[in-house]
């Protein structure tokens, strides 16, 4: 389903798009539309490709001082099973 949207957008930004629409025989909305799916599309992609690099980085590890992992093993319940 499909639905009308209002929006305000940069004169200069617009008139390029509309050109750019006609070049490629598209209707604006279908311009926007394909944009808005292919940054959507890229900022998903981003943010796995982000969680994906933080494991890669660290080769699984996390470099703590040794007084941060003191803490943490004087955490209770740290050694039961």
């Given at each position: 389903?499909?639905?009308?949207?209002?929006?305000?957008?940069?004169?200069?930004?617009?008139?390029?798009?509309?050109?750019?629409?006609?070049?490629?025989?598209?209707?604006?909305?279908?311009?926007?539309?394909?944009?808005?799916?292919?940054?959507?599309?890229?900022?998903?992609?981003n943010k796995e490709k982000r969680k994906r690099?933080?494991?890669?980085?660290?080769?699984?590890?996390?470099?703590?001082?040794?007084?941060?992992?003191?803490?943490?093993?004087?955490?209770?319940g740290v050694y039961e099973i």
């Amino acid at each position: 389903m499909k639905k009308k949207v209002g929006t305000i957008l940069d004169e200069e930004l617009l008139v390029k798009a509309k050109q750019v629409a006609v070049s490629h025989n598209l209707s604006l909305s279908q311009l926007f539309e394909d944009a808005l799916r292919m940054y959507l599309l890229s900022v998903v992609s981003n943010k796995e490709k982000r969680k994906r690099n933080i494991s890669q980085k660290t080769r699984g590890s996390m470099p703590v001082s040794r007084s941060v992992l003191d803490s943490i093993m004087q955490e209770e319940g740290v050694y039961e099973i």
